[in-house]
């Protein structure tokens, strides 16, 4: 997992932000207050078990700090119409 910033933080609500290792630009993440304490604790379980319902995207972004953008990039969808 990479480093995160709390960039605000409300009643329920927790922004985060990371920044993605490749094109190194700040992506904020929101997130319950209940799942950024998790987060930032020791005993924090396997992310896709804390962050059930965040898209796949996002969650590699605090897995890996590859943003959607470049994760699409270095690992673009095969074309399914070609037989080689
Ligand atoms: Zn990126």
């Known amino acids: 997992m990479v480093p995160f910033l709390v960039l605000s933080r409300s009643n329920d609500d927790v922004v ?4 993605c290792v ?6 904020q993440l929101t997130v319950t207050t209940e799942q950024a304490r998790e987060l930032a604790s020791s ?16 969650r ?3 897995i890996t700090g590859t ?4 994760w699409n ?7 399914s119409d070609e037989t080689k």
């Open 16 to 19: 985060l932000q990371v920044v």
């Open 22 to 27: 490749t094109c190194e630009k700040p992506k």
């Open 43 to 58: 005993a924090r379980r396997n992310i896709q078990f804390v962050l059930p319902d965040m898209p796949r995207a996002q």
């Open 60 to 62: 590699e972004l605090l």
């Open 67 to 70: 943003c959607g953008a470049c």
């Open 73 to 79: 990039e270095l690992f673009p969808p095969l074309p």
